[in-house]
T-cell receptor, first 110, second 110 residues
């Protein structure tokens, strides 16, 4: 079984802070993804990466950046957190048809 | 890119009745269609999937059908139980990318 872990389950940050969300997978998957999940909006793709140091913008990349220095780790960065970034953030990884989610980080920006 | 639409957004059924959730997709190149179940406070988990060379797949009380011509696929849950209450997401995939529907919140009333 693929194991995808995220650094925090719950996080509270202040407006303007720089926020790092970390995701690690242990199955040597090529692809990694960051989604945010909001009621009524489903899962929206922020960024994805198909290889080390490679990244592609998803549907809602504004206000976010990512880093993938190692194959197993994919970080989501909020350069200056804002209240409209309060959300559930889900990391995922995949290889071919195998796709798995992390447990999620519920981020609150006050 | 691909566009996945999912209906209904909410669904309530009596215990023992059947539930059907429908999704449509836009890109005929999509060839893999998984369904995920997300219980409250947990990560989405794969419950069933279907590939484009198959029209129907069944796993106990859960079945998925695919109509490639019409570009739609459906999740069928029979003899629903309270533990089926969750949010269900459909997805369409081609290559590296997965595109999700907006989710259906299913409530099974005892």
């Amino acid at each position: 079984d693929v194991k995808v872990t995220q650094s925090s389950r719950y996080l509270v940050k202040r407006t303007g802070e720089k926020v790092f969300l970390e995701c690690v997978q242990d199955m040597d998957h090529e692809n990694m993804f960051w989604y945010r999940q909001d009621p009524g909006l489903g899962l929206r793709l922020i960024y994805f990466s198909y290889d080390v140091k490679m990244k592609e913008k998803g549907d809602i990349p504004e206000g976010y950046s990512v880093s993938r220095e190692k194959k197993e780790r994919f970080s989501l960065i909020l350069e200056s957190a804002s209240t409209n970034q309060t959300s559930m953030y889900l990391c995922a990884s995949s290889y071919r048809d195998s796709f798995a989610f992390g447990p999620g980080t519920r981020l609150t920006v006050t | 890119g691909e566009n996945v639409e999912q209906h209904p957004s909410t669904l309530s059924v009596q215990e023992g009745d059947s539930a059907v959730i429908k999704c449509t997709y836009s890109d005929s190149a999509s060839n893999y269609f998984p369904w995920y179940k997300q219980e409250l406070g947990k990560r989405p988990q794969l419950i069933i999937d279907i590939r484009s060379n198959v029209g129907e797949k069944k796993d106990q009380r859960i079945a998925v059908t695919l109509n490639k011509t019409a570009k739609h696929f459906s999740l069928h849950i029979t003899e629903t139980q309270p533990e089926d209450s969750a949010v269900y997401f459909c997805a369409a995939s081609m290559g590296n990318q997965f595109y999700f529907g907006t989710g259906t919140s299913l409530t099974v009333i005892p």
